[in-house]
């Protein structure tokens, strides 16, 4: 088993080991769960605006299919990794698992940085991924989404290049669309209305009003500017917002309403303000709860004692490092983790492919109701686990979402 450090695969890894032992399963079960079944590794030629070819490269790396097809997002950025991938997959299952959706992890990814790209860049390199996994993708094999960087119009593009390799098979194939292509109802805000109701929950849990909260968002992309949006709305005061450029912090709340008005389609807005503090400077700002919202590792041992929030609500996947964790732990913070946090994304894509797969249309409130009656029952459960065994709500978590696929594979004889 490797032992927890900053590598997000080796501390995920841990945790599912420690999970499958706390759980009675065997090292075999272990073994089959510490990596995925399958990995791609892609190079895409891509001609540029300027007329030379670029060569970058992508994977997908589908973690478990014993229980169903896999479903996880693609994500363009430069410090996309194989690790990352593998990690992000796993994580992936654990949230299927969670709120009982017929669904292994997945996780797709490519070498880029499409702030410096052109529209016509990025869609070359979206259609041209698509073509580099289309074997082992579809509606009954692997469902890729939003992550990233990505976005509706990505979608639009790779449903576009699939449906014309695979005309027969491309219902369903790929989720977040736009609305008229297919998509969702409640998709775009899913993520961040999944955060809100998990800090609900957990402030109820600390017997708070959520309206007497202070809330730092760090990451001011699709998910963080509408976690800030949706709090904002609900009459919370939303006292930061950091992006990559730094962070803005005002004690008597900000005007997030001009915020969202100013922010770029990167989900940056600090390079318009001049009173911009670093992001180490941020993080341990006076708060009643934040909400790490950016990339991986962002609260480590080292500022983990100087944070101020009594509540953290990881809408970032895997923003905390086990040596943070430990350290909150004993200062009683609350850490709702990640993968029950954010995996509102997940569950209204798994709504969008039932709608496709069926041809149903649900309205946005229906969307909604089913998410929150979703996220509410699997919050309680990893709360309820978490003191039943004594262990941490991450470890909880893992314990319920992984329990399923080492069951189906026990069931499949896989063991």
Same mark, same amino acid.
């Not at 190079?43 to 973690?63: A, L, N």
């Given at each position: 088993?490797?032992?927890?450090?900053?590598n997000?695969?080796e501390?995920?890894?841990?945790?599912?080991?420690?999970?499958?032992?706390?759980?009675?399963?065997?090292e075999?079960?272990?073994?089959?769960?510490?990596?995925?079944?399958?990995? $791609?590794?892609?190079?895409?030629?891509?001609?540029?605006?300027?007329?030379?070819?670029?060569?970058?490269?992508?994977?997908?790396?589908?973690?478990?299919?014993?229980?169903?097809? +896999?479903?996880?997002?693609?994500?363009?950025?430069?410090?996309?990794?194989?690790?990352?991938?593998?990690?992000?997959?796993?994580?992936?299952?654990?949230?299927?698992?969670i709120?009982?959706?017929?669904?292994?992890?997945?996780?797709?990814?490519?070498?880029?940085?499409?702030?410096?790209?052109?529209?016509?860049?990025?869609?070359?390199?979206?259609?041209?991924?698509?073509?580099?996994?289309?074997?082992?993708?579809?509606?009954?094999?692997?469902?890729?989404?939003?992550?990233?960087? +990505?976005?509706?119009?990505?979608?639009?593009?790779?449903?576009?290049?699939?449906?014309?390799?695979?005309?027969?098979?491309?219902?369903?194939?790929? +989720?977040?669309?736009?609305?008229?292509l297919?998509?969702?109802?409640?998709?775009?805000?899913?993520?961040?209305?999944?955060?809100?109701?998990?800090?609900?929950?957990?402030?109820?849990?600390?017997?708070?009003?959520?309206?007497?909260?202070?809330?730092?968002?760090?990451?001011?992309?699709?998910?963080?500017?509408?976690?800030?949006? $949706?709090?904002?709305g609900?009459?919370?005061?939303?006292?930061?917002?950091?992006?990559?450029?730094?962070?803005?912090?005002?004690?008597?709340?900000?005007?997030?309403?001009?915020?969202?008005?100013?922010?770029?389609?990167?989900?940056?807005?600090?390079?318009?303000?001049?009173n911009?503090?670093?992001?180490?400077?941020?993080?341990?700002?006076?708060?009643?709860?934040?909400?790490?919202?950016?990339l991986?590792?962002?609260?480590?041992?080292?500022?983990?004692?100087?944070?101020?929030?009594?509540?953290?609500?990881?809408?970032?996947?895997?923003?905390?490092?086990?040596?943070?964790?430990?350290?909150?732990?004993?200062?009683?913070?609350?850490?709702?983790?990640?993968?029950?946090?954010?995996?509102?994304?997940?569950?209204?894509?798994?709504?969008?492919?039932?709608?496709?797969?069926?041809?149903?249309?649900?309205?946005?409130?229906?969307?909604?109701?089913?998410?929150?009656?979703?996220?509410?029952?699997?919050?309680?459960?990893?709360?309820?686990?978490?003191?039943?065994?004594?262990?941490?709500?991450?470890?909880?978590?893992y314990?319920?979402?992984?329990?399923?696929?080492?069951?189906?594979?026990?069931?499949?004889?896989?063991?």
């Amino acid at each position: 088993m490797p032992a927890p450090g900053d590598n997000v695969l080796e501390n995920t890894q841990a945790v599912v080991h420690t999970a499958l032992s706390r759980l009675g399963y065997s090292e075999t079960m272990y073994d089959l769960l510490k990596e995925p079944i399958r990995l $791609l590794t892609v190079r895409i030629p891509v001609r540029m605006d300027d007329g030379h070819v670029e060569v970058f490269t992508g994977f997908r790396s589908q973690h478990n299919d014993s229980i169903g097809p +896999t479903k996880g997002g693609i994500r363009f950025h430069p410090n996309v990794s194989m690790d990352e991938v593998k990690a992000l997959s796993i994580w992936m299952s654990i949230k299927c698992g969670i709120f009982n959706l017929p669904y292994g992890g997945a996780k797709g990814g490519i070498i880029c940085d499409p702030r410096n790209m052109s529209i016509g860049e990025q869609e070359r390199l979206a259609r041209g991924y698509v073509r580099a996994v289309s074997q082992i993708v579809g509606p009954a094999k692997d469902i890729p989404a939003p992550d990233v960087y +990505t976005n509706p119009q990505i979608m639009a593009w790779m449903y576009d290049e699939y449906s014309a390799i695979r005309e027969y098979d491309s219902p369903g194939f790929i +989720t977040g669309k736009p609305l008229v292509l297919g998509g969702s109802k409640g998709r775009e805000q899913a993520t961040a209305l999944g955060v809100v109701f998990a800090l609900r929950e957990a402030a109820v849990t600390r017997g708070q009003n959520m309206n007497d909260l202070r809330v730092m968002i760090q990451g001011f992309g699709n998910v963080g500017s509408n976690v800030a949006a $949706l709090l904002h709305g609900l009459g919370v005061k939303v006292v930061g917002i950091s992006d990559a450029g730094g962070g803005l912090y005002n004690a008597d709340g900000l005007d997030i309403e001009d915020l969202l008005d100013k922010r770029d389609s990167f989900g940056m807005v600090t390079s318009q303000y001049k009173n911009v503090m670093s992001t180490a400077e941020f993080l341990v700002q006076p708060c009643d709860v934040l909400v790490p919202a950016a990339l991986e590792n962002q609260i480590t041992s080292e500022n983990a004692p100087d944070i101020q929030a009594s509540i953290i609500v990881e809408a970032a996947n895997g923003p905390t490092t086990p040596g943070a964790e430990e350290i909150l732990h004993e200062r009683g913070v609350l850490v709702v983790p990640d993968v029950l946090a954010n995996a509102g994304g997940v569950t209204v894509s798994y709504f969008e492919w039932v709608q496709n797969n069926q041809g149903l249309y649900w309205t946005e409130e229906e969307v909604n109701g089913r998410l929150e009656k979703l996220m509410v029952d699997s919050i309680h459960t990893i709360l309820t686990t978490a003191q039943r065994y004594q262990v941490s709500p991450r470890l909880a978590a893992y314990m319920v979402g992984i329990r399923p696929f080492a069951e189906a594979m026990r069931w499949r004889g896989w063991t």
